[in-house]
Every structure is written in C-alpha cells, then in structure tokens.
C-alpha cells in the first residue's frame, strides 16, 4: 500500500479531532497533522489573527492575504516531511478550508479556485486522496465551541461567515470528485461508521486494520 493522505474538514465543533482520533485507531495511519499548526512560525501569526487581540485580525486582513498565512503553514510542513511511507496521513483541516473560508469572507467565489491553484498548482502542495466534509449547522457549531470553553476565534464569532462557510463546503462536495459529506449531528461512533464507509471507495482494503 502507497501513501495516501485523507484530510478532514468542516466548521469548528463538528468533531473533527474526534473524528481524526478515531480513524488514526482504525486505519494504517502514519501520521497525523492538524492545521494551522500553531506551534510554527506561519501558525503563531495565524493564531494571533485568529485571536483578533491586535490592530490587525483574521477579520481585516484582506482575504488573499489570510490565504496566503495558510498556505505558507502548509509548505512548511511539505517541505519538512518525509513522504513516501505506505500508510494513511491524517490531516485534520487543509487546503479546502483555506478556499472556503477566504471564499465565504471575501464573497468573490473565485476565490475558491484561487486559493487551490495556489496551494496545489503554484505552491505543488500534495493533493488529498479523499477529503471528509464534517457537516453540522452554524448553530451546532457554536453551541458546541462554547461548550468546550476553550474559546472562539473572530470566524466562530459570525453566525453569518458560518453559513457562507457550510455553503462552500457542500457546494465544494457537489464539483469535486473527492470530497465527500457525512453528517456529524450524531454521536461519534456512529460518525465514525459513517466516515469509514465514506472513505472505502477511496483507500484500499489494507489502509483498514483488522478488527
């Protein structure tokens, strides 16, 4: 079995880091990344403008600009890694979520295509084998993040962006061949079933380990 990389996306609070758990137990995983990568030079800049504590935040910086942070995060990490090993690579959050979320801020849906051929044909990132779209309303998400108390970023502020958002990913799953929409509204094990079985069309039986 060859590499492959599986990422998970989807609005904060729809469970990802449950989800990305889970199928790190479940499948030949290899590694797992999680972006932004806030312990980074690109991720601390990301968090502070996240955070939106200064002058200039996540919400001002101009949408291609924001782009660009994420962006950066990720060939960092590209450049860094050693590919090559047979296994699943767990991303939990990548380029799909750079697209839609600019795309949503900026409201120009050719941002969309921008930030791809960007990360994918300028910057020669890798492209995902399968990408899993985590769907939860706006409102579950939110209620879900203020539950964690872990507080949120000045996206999870915007019911509004939220919305946009949840649009560009399911319109994302309607254009492009591998991103698939599982509903996260239920309990993580049943999430779980319903990922793994939206993931087989796409790895071989061997990324699955035996029960």
């Not at 989800?19 to 312990?39: G, I, K, M, N």
């Not at 409102?139 to 502020?157: F, K, L, P």
């Not at 319903?194 to 069309?201: D, Y």
């Amino acid at each position: 079995m060859s590499e492959h990389l599986v990422a998970v996306e989807g609005l904060d609070g729809a469970g990802k880091s449950t989800q990305v758990a889970l199928l790190a137990s479940a499948l030949s995983t290899v590694d797992v990344v999680s972006f932004p990568r806030y312990e980074t030079f690109f991720g601390r800049h990301i968090r502070a403008l996240l955070d939106g504590a200064g002058e200039v935040s996540a919400q001002t910086v101009d949408p291609r600009s924001m782009a660009l942070w994420y962006a950066l995060d990720r060939v960092q990490w590209a450049r860094d890694r050693k590919p090559g090993s047979d296994g699943v690579v767990l991303l939990n959050r990548y380029t799909l979520s750079n697209a839609v979320y600019q795309s949503a801020r900026s409201g120009d849906p050719d941002l969309f295509d921008w930030v791809l051929s960007l990360e994918f044909t300028e910057l020669e990132l890798p492209r995902p084998d399968v990408t899993v779209v985590l769907d939860v309303p706006p409102d579950v998400s939110q209620q879900r993040v203020a539950h964690r108390g872990d507080g949120d970023d000045v996206y999870e502020r915007s019911a509004g962006l939220l919305a946009r958002v949840r649009d560009g990913y399911l319109s994302a799953a309607s254009r492009l061949p591998n991103v698939v929409v599982v509903s996260a509204a239920g309990a993580p094990a049943v999430v779980h079933a319903e990922v793994l079985t939206a993931l087989a069309p796409f790895l071989p039986g061997s990324a699955v380990r035996p029960a």
